[in-house]
């Protein structure tokens, strides 16, 4: 496993229990929830792709079937981009959540939003000041209560697939069933994915160079290798490879914008192979054909 860089990266290890009350065999969302925790504390872009870099580095070692749910998640998407995805969870829908699960009424938590100006931070602190589960939850990693990594990008597409009759009821099912089994701040990251505002600087391009560090040759590593792997190249020679990698990953992301693929072709044989395996596919837009229109004024 890749060793912890710094006491500013989060800390995995400590995360994910195979003993205990919170024992799991998939990943668990706190893993996700402790490096957005890392990402909020700091504005240098530098240390914004080191972290991600240890996070995709560290789930390529040790839960590779995860990776890509991982980093939908911290682009805060669950699917590519020219794919029509939408959640519909509102703030009806989460408010209401909110409530069933802590018993704060909807008078309180407009107080407290107008107070701190975010519904995740908003939703954070009433899991933390309630007492008690009022609202029963389903199960959703079979025997455990821990969220993981996996449920909740299942649940944001059964989310995005739920319609018909009763479909808001349902929904709101389903969001307090995640917030109910939520633990430290995994809450406030849960509410902000849910309503898509996250703003931990986890753009596309970030996430590209994140991953072309993250799979550094040699791939796939060894136990020694990978606990010598560095987030930061050492040498000015290394760091000239280290970037020239992240830009021709990056152009191969605009030929295929498809985390999917990127991911799989990674972990299947490393930067090299994935570098050789990003030809434009049929179907598939380049990365410039999904630009947003701008308007002036």
């Known amino acids: ?11 995995l290890d400590g995360a994910w229990s195979l003993t205990g009350p919170h024992a799991t065999a998939d990943p668990p969302y706190l893993l996700i929830a402790r ?3 890392a990402l909020d504390r700091t504005r240098s872009r530098a240390l914004i792709v080191g972290i991600l870099a240890y996070l995709f580095r560290y789930l390529a070692v040790r839960a590779p079937a995860a990776l890509v749910s991982a980093v939908f998640l911290c682009t805060n998407r669950a699917a590519p981009a020219f794919v029509p995805f939408e959640l519909g969870v509102g703030g009806q829908v989460m408010s209401a959540a909110i409530t069933e699960v802590t018993g704060r009424s909807a008078v309180q938590l407009r107080a407290d939003y107008n ?16 007492h008690s589960i009022t ?29 018909g009759d009763r479909a808001v009821e349902r929904k709101r099912a389903r969001v307090r069933g995640l917030l109910a089994v939520t633990r430290e701040n995994e809450t406030r990251w849960l509410v902000r994915t849910l309503i898509a505002n996250l703003r931990v600087g986890a753009v596309d391009k ?17 136990a020694t290798t990978a606990a010598a792997w560095s987030v930061s190249a050492a040498s000015d020679r290394a760091k000239a490879a280290d970037a020239d990698a992240a830009e021709r990953l990056a152009a191969c992301f605009s030929r295929r914008p498809d985390y999917r693929h990127l991911v799989a072709v990674l972990l299947e044989g490393g930067l090299e192979h994935a570098l050789a395996s990003c030809d434009v596919q049929v179907g598939t837009p380049l990365m410039p054909m999904l630009g947003k229109i701008t308007r002036y004024h």
Request: aromatic fraction near 8%; glycine fraction near 4%; charge should be positive.
């Open 1 to 11: 496993m890749p060793a912890r860089p710094s006491p500013a990266y989060p800390d």
């Open 35 to 37: 490096t957005f925790d």
């Open 115 to 130: 107070r701190l100006g975010d519904l995740g931070d908003v939703a954070q602190q009433a899991r933390a000041s309630a």
């Open 135 to 163: 609202a029963s939850f389903v199960r959703l990693s079979g025997k455990s209560d821990v969220l993981t990594i996996p449920a909740v990008y299942r649940t944001l597409h059964e989310l995005a697939d739920t319609r």
């Open 206 to 222: 970030t996430v590209v160079t994140a991953l072309a560090r993250a799979f550094a040759p040699p791939w796939p590593p060894t």
